[in-house]
């Protein structure tokens, strides 16, 4: 891994301060503030209210078992809308513009499972820096040894299958995340090229704000409600399982299908474009005319949006995304975008299918560079 990795732009673009300078233009004539509008913070009460009501609905078992089973999926998804339309807004700083409004809205992630300090890093800091270079972006390990995502990585005899298998390891997405992932994240050396010091008061919080988590979905029911342990244990599953597949979808769908670039980088060698312009090849949009879409991915189906502009409130991007599009085109760049969710799931099938093939019979996947100096 270079450590030292930087965005030579050595051709002078002007592309970033074009489009900055046409969305800033957009808000003021509109006298539109960039931040959470009436519409934002309907969508915050109703899915907070909704993952409120859902819990204690099964916890007091208003409903039969095989009731509270099918609600448990719904609070699953819940949780992951949650995090796309309210987390992850707040945790960018694009939710409000009162810092502790972004904190104690960013703070509900802990109750979903998920640690704030080390989202902060690998998704705030690592990703949206060095989006789908490999060996820097620590998004790009779906499954590490499972699922393979470039040609330089080992191809196993049943890669080929992953096409297939990848769906359900994303439905596990969550148990992983809240059970693993973020502890180690936490106690690596490095994550991509950060270098982890943290404060002393991080691993207090790591460990508290996770048992507070475990108690709330797993001592609490289990202590409260009239059911078996394997009952409960088909509940517990089934909610993680549709929390799972949600998130691991939506994240996939933005940055690994067929048009984004996975760049492979040599030692000491550099990314000879803008930052910018690095984020329109490795990033795609989905769905983006779809009220539906943008209502419960929280703006993430708009991922080449959130890139470019991640302290805008998601509730602007559709308005945007068309002053996005004409200049990039402007700009000779890509706009990678699939019409619809399931054009991106077959976009997605593909790329996986074709990462999975033998090196010797497989077409390369070619950047989009490439492929336009082929055309």
């Known amino acids: 891994m270079n450590q030292s990795l930087k965005f030579n732009d050595q051709g002078n673009s002007q592309f970033f301060v074009t489009i900055k300078n046409r969305v800033d233009t957009y808000f003021k004539e509109n006298n539109i503030s960039k931040n959470a509008n009436a519409e934002m913070i309907w969508k915050t009460v109703l899915y907070l209210g909704s993952w409120i009501g859902l819990y204690f609905v099964i916890l007091l078992e208003f409903f039969p078992t095989y009731v509270n089973f099918f609600l448990a999926i719904i609070l699953g998804m819940n949780m992951a809308f949650i995090g796309f339309n309210v987390c992850h807004d707040a945790l960018h700083g694009s939710y409000s513009k009162h810092a502790w409004i972004n904190k104690s809205l960013g703070f509900i992630f802990h109750f979903i499972g998920a640690n704030v300090y080390v989202w902060t890093i690998t998704h705030n800091k690592v990703h949206h820096t060095y989006t789908n270079i490999v060996g820097h972006d620590g998004d790009l390990d779906v ?48 994550i991509g090229s950060h270098v982890n010091k943290h404060p002393k008061i991080e691993y207090f919080n790591l460990f508290f704000y996770k048992l507070m988590y475990y108690g709330i979905y797993i001592v609490i029911p289990l202590v409260v409600m009239d059911i078996t342990w394997w009952q409960f244990a088909i509940g517990f599953l089934v909610m993680n399982f549709a929390e799972g597949l949600v998130l691991g979808l939506v994240f996939q769908l933005a940055h690994l299908v067929e048009d984004t670039d996975l760049p492979i980088l040599k030692e000491n060698e550099n990314i000879e474009e803008s930052w910018a312009e690095h984020q329109m090849r490795t990033t795609a949009n989905f769905a983006r005319k779809s009220k539906i879409a943008a209502f419960l991915c929280g703006g993430l189906n708009f991922q080449v949006e959130h890139h470019l502009f991640p302290k805008v409130c998601h509730i602007h991007y559709p308005a945007i995304s068309d002053i996005v599009k004409k200049t990039a085109h402007e700009f000779d760049l890509p706009y990678n975008e699939n019409d619809t969710f399931m054009s991106a799931l077959k976009s997605h099938y593909l790329f996986l299918k074709n990462a999975g093939r033998n090196e010797e019979i497989a077409e390369p996947i070619l950047s989009s560079r490439e492929r336009e100096m082929v055309a």
């Open 143 to 190: 499954a590490p040894g499972m699922v393979r995502v470039t040609q330089d990585e080992p191809l196993k005899p049943f890669h080929k299958f992953q096409h297939i298998y990848a769906f359900a390891l994303y439905s596990l997405a969550s148990l992983s995340w809240f059970f693993r992932k973020d502890y180690v994240k936490f106690f690596q050396k490095k």
